[in-house]
């Protein structure tokens, strides 16, 4: 089975009920596109704000007052754009949220520039041009045609583009957003990044909406030693102590089993399976020990939908060719289901680890948050939508394994759906057959 990647405009569309747009802002959207992927955001090496700033500018001179507009973040390099767009009011706002940086590209992994915009053979290139810089192209062109047409939504449209979701950390624009601006982003619900979709075949069968996801936790395991001369060995080695640890790490899973979300999209898989895994599917979301073995060893994916998950990713150790070590370390990241809580994780991995000189402990901050409820309403829009698009294929309710910042905003009571169907005002007929890559 394969995923898609699809250009992210969600289910707007379906919600506010507007029409494919006029090759005039099918144009817009593009540049706006383009410009986005131009800019070199990359959140370490680049920079937010010029995004911020480009972005604020096209809302400026499309007639959106200085009042509805909000520039800034954590530090200058760092910088949100906000943006409301009113409505009637009859309704609680949406929080259309995207974010601005990318991950590092380096010039000589490309071949091409990674940050020039590139057409070919119905396929966009450059970073970002998925994650996640055609969904800000399209909530913001969205905007700017609402503003043209006079149009008037039940309720306000807020978009904000943010910094470092890649990077995370005391720059993480939704994280300040919440801590120093809530107001501008208080909302019933967000759309955000998340979903994807699956292909078997060359077959689209299914549109994955986001509704919860796991939640992330590095540990550090480090070994110390007095050391010594490699001449002179000795049995107590901090490199050795680490290596049985992680090897024992490495043959160890956390145990197999369903909630809510993920039965849900087990259930779904079960009717659209035409293989042999068809029965197995549908066992899963009966509980079956051995279906769910048989589910996860078929797919990397199905196993990391199925149980938390920690695997090592960094390690360090040593000093000298010619010393014994005397630190050994290895940072352990962990993906972690919404229901295991921190704790179990930490004494499992303590069993697990066996050994009183290896050390474990949390690097950095866990945020973690509920998954968001499986709205009725929501699910038949993104099922109208889908169906527009591709018929047949339905809308299945995801756990994704990553993160996204829909995290931050669950935990304070804004639940986020994620998608990757593009909607009808959306990416998709703004750049004709073209798609993003």
Not at 202 to 230: C, P
Not at 344 to 368: N, P, R
Request: hydrophobic share 40%.
């Amino acid at each position: 089975m394969l995923r898609f990647l699809l250009l992210p405009s969600l289910l707007l569309g379906c919600l506010i009920g507007q029409t494919m747009p006029p090759e005039r802002e099918r144009q817009l959207a593009r540049d706006i596109y383009k410009e986005l992927i131009e800019i070199k955001s990359g959140y370490t090496t680049g920079a937010t704000t010029p995004v911020a700033e480009a972005v604020a500018a096209r809302l400026r001179a499309a007639g959106f007052p200085e009042t509805d507009i909000f520039v800034g973040g954590a530090i200058p390099a760092k910088a949100n754009v906000v943006v409301r767009y009113h409505g009637t009011g009859s309704k609680r706002p949406i929080l259309l949220l995207a974010h601005t940086d990318v991950v590092e590209a380096k010039r000589e992994d490309w071949s091409m520039d990674p940050f020039q915009f590139i057409e070919r053979d119905g396929y966009f290139y450059g970073r970002g041009t998925g994650d996640d810089k055609a969904q800000a192209a399209v909530w913001i062109a969205n905007l700017i045609r609402y503003k043209q047409e006079g149009f008037r939504s039940d309720r306000d449209l807020i978009v904000a583009l943010t910094a470092d979701e890649e990077g995370g950390g005391p720059y993480n624009g939704v994280q300040w957003l919440i801590k120093n601006k809530r107001d501008l982003i208080d909302a019933e619900f967000c759309l955000n990044e998340g979903g994807w979709g699956e292909m078997s075949g060359g077959r689209r069968i299914s549109n994955d909406v986001q509704v919860s996801e796991k939640y992330v936790v590095n540990f550090r395991l480090e070994v110390r030693n007095k050391g010594g001369h490699s001449s002179m060995p000795v049995d107590d080695n901090a490199i050795y102590h680490l290596a049985g640890a992680l090897d024992r790490l490495a043959k160890f899973s956390f145990p197999l089993k369903t909630n809510e979300v993920t039965r849900g999209y087990f259930q779904a898989m079960a009717k659209i399976e035409a293989g042999p895994l068809k029965s197995d599917l549908a066992k899963v979301t009966e509980g079956s020990r051995d279906a769910m073995e048989r589910v996860a060893r078929a797919s990397a994916a199905w196993n990391a939908t199925l149980r938390t998950t920690c695997v090592a990713t960094q390690i360090e150790g040593g000093h000298a060719k010619n010393a014994l070590p005397q630190l050994a370390a290895a940072n352990v990241n962990c993906r972690v289901l919404p229901e295991d809580s921190v704790e179990y994780v930490t004494d499992v991995l303590k069993k697990v680890l066996a050994d009183d000189q290896v050390s474990l402990a949390i690097s950095g901050e866990v945020s973690q948050g509920p998954p968001s409820p499986l709205r009725e309403d929501l699910f038949k829009a993104v099922s109208r939508l889908t169906d527009t698009l591709w018929p047949g294929v339905p809308a299945v309710p995801i756990m994704v394994m990553g993160a996204t910042d829909g995290l931050y905003l669950r935990a304070i009571g804004i639940p986020p759906t994620a998608s990757r169907a593009s909607s009808s005002t959306g990416m998709t007929y703004a750049f004709t057959d073209a798609t993003s890559a």
